[in-house]
Every structure is written in C-alpha cells, then in structure tokens.
C-alpha cells in the first residue's frame, strides 16, 4: 500500500472520530470529564471497554504469538474472566459506596495522605511508561507504512500521534472516550472479522486446525514450561484485578455508570466479550500462518509481531485486507492511548494536586479546577510524546520489555496496599509507606535476577506481581499501629 492510501485512510477515520467526539463531550463540565456524570449506559460502556482494553501491541502481537505460543494464550484470558468476576462483585461495591471519582481515593480514606499519593504516583508511572510503549509501536508501525517514505523525521510523527490523541479527548473526557471508543471497538472487530473473511477466501480453509499442534489451547504437562496452564491461569486473575481493578484507566469508564448493578453488568458483558475478541485474534493469526506455508511465503527472518502487518500491507491480497488492517490497528491503538491520557489527567489532578491543596488547607472553585484540568491535559500529552521520542533514540527491544517489566513492578505495591485495606481492619504507621512501595519492587528486582541461582533454575515471569504484592502486604504488616 502507498503512503498516500494509508493517510487517506487514516484521514477519513479521524474526520469520522472527531465528530463524535465533539457531539458526545460537547458541553461536558468537570463532572462529564472525570466520571461521565454518572450517566452512562452499561451497554455502551462494555463495548467500549474492549477498545480501551486491546492495544496496538494487542493487535499484532496476539495473531503473530500463534507460531511459538499456539493458542496458549486463551489460558490466561480464562484467569482474566476469573479476575474480571472479583473486580465486578469486590471491588465494585466498595469503589460506589465510597463515591470514588480516582479509586485511589480509597487509599487516603482507608490509611492517610501518604499511602494516597503513592497509589497515585504508582500508576502515574506504570501508565505513562505503557502508554509510551503502545504509542511508540503505533508510532513505529506509522514511520514504516508512511511519514518514512515520505522523509518525515519521527519526532514530528510522536508529536502527530499525541496531538491526535490530546484532540480526541480534551473536549469530554470520560464522555468523549465511551462513545469513541465504542466505534473503534467496532471497527476492531470489523477489521479482524472482515480479515479473517479475506483470507480464507483465498484458499486457506480450516482443514487439520484441530490436529495442528499451533491450535493447542491447554498445556499441562511440564511445570517448567512458560505456558504451562496454572501458571497462566493464576496469572491472568492476579494481573486482571491488578491492572484493570486498581488501574484508575479502566475503572474511570466503569465508574461512569449510573449505580453499581450496572457497572458490574458491564463489566461481566465485556469479560465474555474479550474471550471472543481474543480467540478470533488467534484464529487470524493461524490463518495467516497457514497461508504463508500454503503459498510458500518466506516469513522465517519475521518476528511475529511484524507477520500481520506483513502479509496485510503487502501485495498477498486485495488492498481492502491492507485497508482493514491500518483501521483495526490504528482504532485498537488510539483507543488505548486516549483512555491512558484522560485517566493520567483525572488521577494527577484529582489525587496529587488536590491531596495536595487538602494538606495546606486550601479549595478550589469549579472554574479553577477546570483551568487546571486542561494545563494537566496539555502536560500529559507532552510527557507522553517525549517519552515515546525517547524510547525511539533507545530503539532497542530490550528497552522495551524492560519498561513493562518496570511497569508491572508498579503494581505489585497497588495490589498489595489493596488487599491489606480489604482484608484486614488495623491500620498502619501512613507515612512509611511509601519506603514499602520502593523496597518491594527492589527486593521482588534482586530475588528474580538471582532466581536461577537460588531457585535451581527457575525463572520468574508473571508471578512476579504476586511476590512484589506479597512483600508489601509484609511490609505493611511491620508498620501495624499498636493499640
């Protein structure tokens, strides 16, 4: 495909997008921005939770997994229903019986000021370092498909890409994000199906997809293994509740509905909703793999992240694939990144400035709070951009994992101050918590490098949010007051 389709295409969906977007938040005070007024249909806020939920990196790295991992994955999204079920009858109820604009609002009414503003900076980092990570692989996919061979460099390519997020979203917030995301969720799965379609008509059929040993779903025979299936299992639940349930990002949406049946209703609707997103994205991925083994198609020097943007924006089949491919990727991507930059603004204006006018005393009227939202909104968006153009100048894949591993250190600490305030009724010495929060994730660091020495060979991988959420719920115990 040329530069010039894709912007063209790229174009004509952001004129679409816009539109709603100013429709839906015109006239959307801070109410609107933050929490949707409370008014949002469940219906509508499940679909557009799909959207949020699958990123960029969602979108290409599930069908390209197929080839190493099979359908392994579809373990892990069984432990996600699981998680989803705890979030929408736990921490739901709780969240609407405190009346929680940030959830991490709960910290400061269950422990104090300290343990409020380290949730808070918790996931100011863990979102803006994984809301940089998905922009970048948007932004990359961009540099290859367009402004490259147009010889644009890629700082103005980070700056395009903010810019179209900050736009989306500025108007309504909240309001905006459900209806946009509710037409990106749609044209997702439009895309994948419509995919899908294509390429089975050109001669790919399911023949022997049940004997292929890439479309195996459980693995129960080795421990050791990555994708052994209790493994996987336990950590979607835990990875669920902790980046979903304690995520101000995914919650903010869910706490837009009108009272807590319909918040759990939604979130229910859209847990079954994900599996059948998730299992198509694997079924296109062996369907693509299959292809390119039918039609002898060199795919070996790819990673499978690059297989569907390949085989899609290639000369394989009808340009329409190609077209499907850049709005399904280009909708999952946006979606993700706008509900990160509105969360990231409701979070630091919500919990670090205004915890921070409460300790000196000190209100704010609507209208300034609105002046501050919007700078806030500004602010974000810069720091986003510049962190995607750092990661550019590191171009390094390594760097990339090492930000989500750093990112899944940061919410160790969350679900571990989480559990301790649900499950037990003492409180704490508040403002030594936040040495906790920095010295599990150092003591969870130093164990995991050294696992294979110490552990016989074993080697950490998602339970490493379990032991980081372990070591602070200890260390919370240690600053137990006495009566």
């Not at 739901?92 to 503003?117: A, C, D, Q, W």
């Not at 280009?330 to 706008?338: E, K, L, N, T, V």
């Not at 720091?383 to 090492?402: F, H, K, P, R």
Request: proline letters at 2%.
């Amino acid at each position: 495909m040329s530069p010039l389709v894709i912007l063209i295409v790229i174009a004509a969906y952001f004129a679409l997008l816009f539109s709603v977007s100013y429709v839906a938040g015109k006239n959307a005070d801070n109410a609107g921005f933050f929490s949707g007024n409370r008014q949002s249909n469940w219906v509508l806020v499940a679909m557009s939770t799909i959207g949020a939920a699958i990123s960029g990196v969602t979108f290409v790295s599930v069908p390209g997994m197929v080839h190493t991992s099979a359908f392994s994955y579809m373990q892990m999204v069984a432990g996600f229903t699981v998680g989803q079920l705890i979030v929408a009858f736990v921490l739901i109820p709780m969240y609407y019986r405190m009346n929680l604009t940030s959830i991490y609002e709960y910290l400061n009414k269950r422990f104090g000021v300290s343990s409020y503003k380290t949730g808070a900076w918790l996931f100011f980092v863990s979102k803006m370092l994984g809301a940089g990570v998905r922009l970048f692989v948007v932004g990359s996919v961009l540099q290859l498909l367009v402004f490259g061979p147009l010889g644009i460099p890629f700082w103005v390519n980070a700056i395009f890409t903010v810019a179209i997020v900050y736009l989306c979203t500025f108007k309504g917030g909240v309001r905006s994000l459900i209806w946009t995301d509710l037409l990106k969720t749609l044209c997702l799965i439009l895309s994948v199906v419509l995919c899908i379609v294509f390429v089975m008509r050109s001669g790919v059929s399911f023949d022997g997809f049940a004997e292929s040993e890439e479309s195996r779903m459980f693995f129960f025979d080795d421990v050791n293994d990555g994708k052994y299936f209790f493994k996987q299992f336990f950590a979607g639940i835990f990875l669920l509740i902790a980046t979903t349930g304690l995520d101000q990002d995914l919650m903010q949406r869910t706490l837009s509905c009108k009272d807590p049946k319909d918040a759990q209703k939604n979130i229910v609707v859209g847990a079954l909703m994900q599996i059948v997103v998730i299992f198509l994205f694997l079924v296109l991925g062996w369907l693509l793999y299959r292809y390119a083994e039918v039609n002898e198609v060199d795919i070996s020097g790819l990673k499978g992240d690059d297989v569907f943007p390949y085989l899609a924006t290639g000369s394989f089949f009808p340009m329409i694939v190609g077209i499907l491919f850049i709005v399904g990727f280009i909708a999952s991507a946006y979606s993700a990144a706008g509900s990160a930059l509105t969360a990231l603004t409701t979070s630091f204006t919500v919990d670090i400035l205004s915890s921070y006018r409460s300790t000196k005393h000190l209100t704010a009227t609507d209208e300034q709070t609105t002046k501050t939202r919007r700078w806030v909104h500004v602010a974000m968006a810069v720091i986003m951009a510049i962190c995607i153009y750092v990661i550019w100048l590191l171009n390094d894949d390594s760097v990339i994992q090492t930000v989500y591993k750093v990112a899944s250190y940061t919410y160790g600490p969350l679900l571990g101050m989480f559990c301790f305030g649900m499950f037990t009724k003492v409180q704490i010495r508040d403002r030594w918590l936040p040495l906790v929060a920095i010295a599990a994730p150092v003591i969870t660091w130093v164990i995991d490098v050294n696992s294979k020495v110490w552990f016989n060979g074993y080697e950490f991988s998602h339970e490493r949010l379990l032991l980081n959420a372990g070591l602070t719920f200890l260390g919370m115990v240690m600053l137990i007051k006495k009566k």
